[in-house]
């Protein structure tokens, strides 16, 4: 079907070139876009572009991943995030891309709908992907977590109404370039699995050579009031515990606390860190990266940890 006013499927010129850019259809709290020219370079730099398979274990709103494969520098993503909602977004928008397009273009931004969404986002994959885009495009901040209002207030009498995020042509015509890349068989996997069984499959499939992890896990303060799985001290531990053994090559950033550089400093002195060629002990970095909102930039120090031998020094200094 195609939908008045919007590109059908066959229109070759809405087809993402390499060197494209693609951004997310989801707002995402969090979200990682501002790291775009780190990884870029970090790549180049590593002799890893077009990189065969990047992982996104923590995917979100995947901004980071999005740009990297229509920019053509990986020739392929895998996509895992443990809340139902956002792996069903990423499902459909990737393997049923059509659909989501339908029931975007037929939603009815109103307060109701927004409430009956909240109170039931679905049973199965469509309705669930459907849910998870349109409480993500008109509730405060993208937050899907229950305490988020909506876009406006209860009472809607904000200058910024319900539907004020909720560009139908725009957002149709990211999901429709993700659709493409999809149908190119540039995403390799999308999957609704913790970090830990991610990883276990991922290893499985591919060699060490052949892929590079970007764990962007909940941040350490806050995490719980933005997303809806739990991520507290445990699992940052765990998750810390799982990367400095690891071999493969991987990136985490993570919001800047003395705790998380402590976390990854013991692991180093334990030994317990990886002992590839390509890949050694955890090394911690920290970049600036800038919020902006409405009313003013923001800034923001984003520490990076990972394994890999070289980063592109104009990015980072060391933590
Ligand atoms: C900081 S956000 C990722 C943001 C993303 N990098 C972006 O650019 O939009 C963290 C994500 O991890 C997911 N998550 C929380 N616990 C998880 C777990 N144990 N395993 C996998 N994903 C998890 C959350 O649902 C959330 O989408």
């Known amino acids: 079907m195609t939908l008045e006013g919007v590109p059908g499927e066959g229109d070759r010129s809405r087809r993402p070139s390499r060197n494209a850019d693609l951004h997310s259809p989801l707002r995402y709290p969090g979200g ?5 020219p780190f990884f870029v370079d970090l790549l180049k730099l590593n002799g890893q572009s077009p990189l065969p398979v990047f992982v996104e274990p923590f995917a979100g709103g995947a901004a980071v991943s999005l740009h990297l494969l229509a920019a053509g520098l ?6 895992a995030d443990l809340d139902p909602l956002v792996y069903a977004f990423w499902h459909q928008a990737c393997f049923h891309t059509e659909q989501l397009v339908q ?18 986002p679905g049973r199965t994959l469509r309705e669930k992907a459907y849910a998870c885009l349109f409480l993500n495009r ?17 009472k809607q009498q904000s200058a910024y109404k319900i539907d004020c995020r909720f560009y139908k042509d725009e957002i149709i015509h990211r999901l429709r370039q993700i659709g493409h890349l999809a ?12 970090v830990e069984v991610t990883v276990e499959w991922v290893e499985s499939k591919f060699a060490n050579s052949e892929r590079l992890y970007y764990f962007d896990p909940p941040f350490w303060e806050k995490g719980e009031r933005l997303y809806r799985k739990a991520f507290g001290r445990t699992q940052h531990e765990s998750l810390a515990a799982l990367l400095t053994a690891m071999d493969a090559p991987w990136v985490l950033s993570y919001d800047h606390h003395e705790e998380i550089v402590e976390l990854y400093r013991a692991s180093v002195q334990d030994g317990s ?16 990266l800038i919020y902006c909102n409405r009313h003013k930039g923001r800034g923001a120090t984003e520490l990076i940890i990972t394994n890999l031998a070289q980063l592109p020094s104009e990015h980072v200094s060391t933590a």
């Open 32 to 36: 990682k876009r501002q790291l775009v």
């Open 183 to 194: 149908a190119d068989g540039r995403v390799a996997a999308v999957r609704p699995t913790s």
């Open 74 to 79: 990986v020739d392929s993503v895998v996509l």
């Open 103 to 120: 029931d975007i273009a037929a939603a009815n931004v109103t307060l109701d709908e927004w409430h009956r969404l909240r109170a039931n």
């Open 138 to 154: 008109t509730s405060y901040s993208g937050i899907l977590q229950g305490r988020a209002g909506p876009i406006g207030g209860q």
């Open 273 to 288: 860190q990886g002992t590839s060629d390509s890949a050694g002990g955890p090394r911690l970095h920290k970049t600036d």
